[in-house]
Structure formats: structure tokens, C-alpha cells
């Protein structure tokens, strides 16, 4: 399929919202040689409005040839919190999580674009807005509440616009390879108690460098549904 083919069909995606974001996160690696066409997919949607797109690479490659430079055990933690909360037996690459509730292989294109559509069409409980002059303390707003006795919680990603790597070993050498939107770090910001219109904190107080954008995830605990996100390309500075 041609590169024009590509570009036309992910922008067809349905019913995305900027209010209402779909989150999709990929779980990738360097080292893997089944996540480059997840990784181009990737970079095709990261930018499009409505979708908040943030790849993780995962570290249990690096002993297979390649270290992937923008691996860490905090990303396959994340994807490891997913297979707990989903009841995976073993985690894998490429995975693709849309929203904390569905996982896929994330090479497998039109089913990635058919569950990005659902997700959109479910919306989420909960808006985000960022307040404040500086992301250094940013004060997050939520459009309203939850019901009596529930809670989430705040989570921080922070990301590198793109990278671009020759790769010189593994299943990938000699591969030029581009990522899209690459986590460096990943903290939890706070727990919202579901009633308060705001929560704020500072990117200092969790050890958070600046980096060129930043996601916030409201998720029902570690590895849950995201019901609200919000993005941020700007430096927390």
C-alpha cells in the first residue's frame, strides 16, 4: 500500500475528540523485529487531534542483540500492570493499549483503526483542562465528578518529540528507525478523590526532567480504564 494510502486511511479514524481523547500506548523495542510497521503506524497517528499516542519502550529486549537507547523497566512495568489488570499470561511486542481497556497488536492496522473509532464513540467520564502560566505546576481541572465511593488516579508521562536511530545489531541492524512520541518518564502525580474541581502538583517534586511534551493519564488505578486524559506539547519549565 502506498505511503498516500496510509496517510488517508488514519485519517479517516471517526468521531475523535480533542475534548475526549483517545490514549493508545504502545509497548515497543529497537530489538524487535515485528514493531517497526507498529512503530510507522505510530508516527502516523500521534499527531492527528483527538488521540494522545505514547510509545514505551520496554527494556526485556535489550539482552537480544540491541539496547534499545530510550528503554526502561519502568515502561515494561506499565505494560506489565496491564497484563496483570487484563489477566494476560505474558506480555509482548508490539502491544498496543487503547485507553486502558483493549489490547492488540499494534502492527495490526485496520483493527487498531476499528478499536480507536469504538474508544471514540465511548468517550470519557471525565474532561481534563491544564491551568496555570507554567507546566512546572500545572493545576488540573476535571470537568466533573465521580460517583460517591469511586477515585482515580493522576498519572504523568512525559515524552521526546521523536528519535531517529541506525540500528547496528540485533533483528533490526541496519534499520534507520523513527519513534514517535517516546516515554521517558512516568510518575503518578496524585490520587483524585473524585469530587475536588483541581488537583495540582509540581514536575520537580516526581523527579520529572523536561522533555519536549506531557501526557495526564486519570486512570482507575494502576493498569485500569483511562477516563480522561489531557495533552500537553509544551516544556514543563
Not at 57 to 64: E, G, K, M
Not at 65 to 80: I, L, M
Not at 162 to 174: A, C, D, L, P, Y
Request: one cysteine or more.
Amino acid at each position: 500500500m502506498a505511503q498516500g494510502q496510509l496517510v488517508s486511511q488514519a485519517a479517516s479514524v471517526a468521531g475523535l475528540s480533542e475534548a475526549a481523547p483517545v490514549v493508545i500506548e504502545l509497548f515497543t523495542s529497537q530489538g524487535c523485529s515485528s514493531c517497526p510497521p507498529a512503530d510507522a503506524l505510530l508516527t502516523e497517528l500521534a499527531d492527528q487531534p483527538g488521540i494522545i499516542a505514547l510509545s514505551y519502550h520496554v527494556d526485556y529486549w535489550d539482552y537480544i542483540g540491541w539496547k534499545d537507547p530510550f528503554s526502561s523497566p519502568e515502561a515494561t512495568q506499565r505494560q506489565r500492570d496491564y497484563a496483570s489488570s487484563m489477566s494476560l499470561r505474558y506480555v509482548y511486542t508490539p502491544q498496543l493499549v487503547i485507553d486502558g481497556r483493549k489490547e492488540l497488536v499494534g502492527s495490526r492496522r485496520g483493527d487498531v483503526l476499528l478499536e480507536i473509532e469504538e474508544a471514540a464513540k465511548a468517550g470519557k467520564a471525565v474532561s481534563l483542562s491544564i491551568a496555570g502560566k507554567s507546566l512546572s505546576e500545572p493545576t488540573v481541572n476535571f470537568s466533573n465528578e465521580l460517583p460517591l465511593g469511586r477515585s482515580a488516579t493522576l498519572w504523568v508521562a512525559v515524552f521526546d518529540e521523536q528519535h531517529e536511530t541506525e540500528i547496528q545489531r540485533g533483528e533490526n541492524k541496519g534499520l534507520f528507525m523513527v519513534n514517535k512520541h517516546v516515554v521517558r518518564g512516568f510518575e503518578r502525580a496524585g490520587e483524585w478523590n473524585g469530587r475536588d474541581a483541581s488537583l495540582s502538583f509540581s514536575f520537580a517534586s516526581l523527579g520529572l526532567s523536561p522533555t519536549d511534551g506531557c501526557a495526564l493519564l486519570l486512570q482507575d488505578g494502576t493498569g485500569g480504564a483511562i477516563i480522561g486524559a489531557v495533552l500537553h506539547e509544551s516544556n514543563p519549565s
